[in-house]
């Protein structure tokens, strides 16, 4: 069983479209992340959700608007989207909000915006 | 603020030579250090951690790393490099009460047969 899934795993759309990614961990955990890494590799937080809770947004554009429906699920909706909107994204979970824990990344969902 | 220096984004090593990945960090309180490998198209696992007590820290497939205070360091070893240990490593840094993980930019290991 993956512990943490997503999909799709590519995604391929014009500019001003709306799309989403669906984010589900099977591990039981609290907390769960959204990151974005771009084509040099770097890898930044966009959003942390605990228990279903908006904990972090590191100055995301509106147009990306997360959301959780249960602590086993994190989505990510994309209004508009924009040629800099294509990257690589990535949902992550872990035990809880203690930075100490590892953890757990899907294995991501390349979005290409043409 | 907390951020972290990988120095090197590409380093190439010899099948069996020794690994050398450097980290530098900087945190005004004590830091929690970890270290990430992302294999071809998938995503980061852990490889190890550094929270408290022994500096010297072991993880999954012959990795080790030391925490070193006094020079702000968390480097990554391996005695032998092996063909599947080519991937891209990050170092990371966070703390107590930390919201966030703060990853480096990430070095890509090759290694050459």
């Known amino acids: 069983d993956t512990a943490v899934s997503q999909t799709p795993k590519y995604l391929v759309t014009q500019m001003g479209n709306d799309k989403s990614i669906k984010c589900e961990q099977n591990?039981?955990?609290?907390?769960m992340y959204w990151y974005k890494q771009d084509s040099k590799k770097f890898l930044k937080i966009m959003f942390s959700y605990n228990n279903k809770e908006l904990i972090i947004n590191e100055t995301v554009p509106n147009r990306f608007s997360p959301k959780s429906p249960d602590k086993a699920h994190l989505n990510l909706h994309i209004n508009s989207l924009e040629l800099g909107d294509s990257a690589v994204y990535f949902c992550?979970?872990?035990?809880?909000?203690?930075?100490?824990?590892?953890?757990?990344f899907g294995p991501g969902t390349r979005l290409t915006v043409l | 603020a907390q951020s972290v220096t990988q120095l090197g984004s590409h380093v190439s090593v010899s099948e069996g030579a020794l690994v050398l990945l450097r980290c530098n960090y900087s945190s005004s309180v004590p830091p929690y250090l970890f270290w990430y490998v992302q294999y071809p198209n998938q995503g980061l696992q852990l490889l190890l951690k550094y929270t408290t007590g022994a500096t010297l820290v072991k993880g999954i497939n012959g990795f080790e790393a030391e925490f070193k205070k006094s020079e702000t360091s968390f480097h990554l070893t391996k005695p032998s490099a092996h063909m599947s240990d080519a991937a891209e490593y990050f170092c990371?840094?966070?703390?107590?009460?930390?919201?966030?993980?703060?990853f480096g930019q990430g070095t890509r290991l090759t290694i050459n047969p």
């Open positions: 990371a840094v966070s703390h107590q009460g930390a919201q966030k993980l703060v």
């Open positions: 591990l039981g955990h609290d907390t």
């Open positions: 992550a979970s872990s035990q809880d909000l203690s930075f100490f824990n590892e953890q757990f």
